[in-house]
Structure formats: C-alpha cells, structure tokens
C-alpha cells in the first residue's frame, strides 16, 4: 500500500511564505509525475502543479510567478514552496503521484492564509 505523507501546511499571514513537502513510503516503485492539487469546502479539488521525472514543472495560471514545484533530494519526494500568499490560497493541499498503477493521494494538509 502506497502512503504519501505531506508536512508542513499552517498558517501565514497575506504575503507570507510556506513550504510543503510529500514524502511516498515506498521508494521501490517509481512515479514519474507527482504533484499537488487543493481543495476548499464546496468546491472540487483542483490542480496546483506537478513536475515529471524530467523535472518538467507546470504550475496553474493563478499560482505561476508565486509558487515553486521541485522534486526533493530523496526518491520519490515533492516539494511546494508557496510565496506571496493570499487568502484565496487557504485550502487543503493533497499531494498527488502517478504511475501506471494508478494515481496515489496523500491525506492532506491545511494551509490558512489570514490576518
């Protein structure tokens, strides 16, 4: 069974930073595109970034020039540095990886933009 564990949502104020991380448990399989994707109450979960093997980077309209996508130092690892918060980006953050397994969905991670 496959387990991503993400860290590192809280709280920041407007135009502050925070960094979050995912981690997958098995670093015998390979997911060539691993992402993050969010989610606020009464709306569907929608895409963030991703970034391919190949450290190919998309990031959406809404996040570009504020938010950095990387692929860790460890295996199978994704990080998401989020700069120049706004409010709008309150949301739970759900890591997200890919093979042709299937798509694999950590548990989430609160991220609270407010003054």
């Known amino acids: 069974q496959v387990q991503l564990v993400e860290s590192g949502g809280g709280m920041a104020q407007p135009g502050g930073s925070l960094r979050l991380s995912c981690a997958a448990s098995r670093s015998d399989v390979n997911y060539p595109v691993m992402g993050w994707h969010r989610q606020t109450p009464g709306k569907q979960r929608e895409l963030v970034g991703l970034i391919t093997y190949g450290n190919v980077t998309h990031l959406v309209d809404s996040v570009k020039g504020r938010f950095t996508i990387s692929r860790g130092d460890a295996k199978n690892t994704v990080n998401l540095q989020m700069t120049a918060l706004e409010p709008e980006d309150t949301a739970i953050y759900y890591c997200?990886?890919?093979?042709?397994?299937?798509?694999?969905w950590g548990q989430g991670t609160l991220v609270t933009v407010s003054s």
């Open positions: 997200n990886a890919q093979n042709l397994r299937g798509e694999f």
